[in-house]
């Protein structure tokens, strides 16, 4: 056998592994058809997803602020005012008496609410001792899904 023979079978055997292990441009193209299309399904609801999941974290937090409040209370034997504000819980108001035995909370991060606002906080409150909660995505009263309010009520 000659040379140019066995160049010539190995150059096959090259040729036919790149197509056995190559794609097409059609082929690609497809599959980023296929992927685009799952993408415009699930994006979709794994924003919805997140907005709820906000939504349950804000009334966590509310929940446990709320919790922290009735210690404060218990303690200083009143819910701080509405000028006090939520700030009560980590500073002593003035005039807070001797029982303040602060901070009730280690960081002020945690008065704000998933969307970045402070939450909402008003003593004597029209739902209860106080009322607590956040405008939702919105920061307008009322709304639905991922704008609704969540309270403390």
């Known amino acids: 056998m000659s040379e140019t023979d066995e160049d ?15 794609m097409t441009l059609v082929e690609l193209l497809v599959v980023l058809l ?4 799952i993408a415009a399904f699930a994006v979709p609801q794994a924003v919805k997803y997140l907005g709820g999941a ?35 819980l980590v500073e002593a108001p003035q005039g807070a008496s001797e029982r303040w035995n602060g901070p009730y909370l280690r960081k002020a991060d945690a008065l704000t609410d998933p969307w970045g606002r402070p939450y909402e ?8 001792p106080f009322d607590l ?21």
């Open 8 to 22: 010539m079978r190995s150059c096959d055997r090259t040729e036919q592994r790149n197509r056995e292990h190559g």
């Open 34 to 37: 296929i992927l685009s299309m």
């Open 121 to 128: 906080y008003r003593a004597p409150g029209e739902h209860g």
């Open 54 to 88: 906000r939504s349950d974290a804000a009334a966590v937090q509310i929940d446990r602020l709320g919790s922290i409040l009735d210690l404060y209370a218990l303690e200083v034997g009143r819910y701080p005012t509405t000028d006090e504000g939520l700030q009560a």
């Open 133 to 153: 909660y956040s405008l939702g995505a919105d920061g307008a009263e009322g709304g639905e899904g991922e704008n609704a309010d969540v309270t403390s009520w």
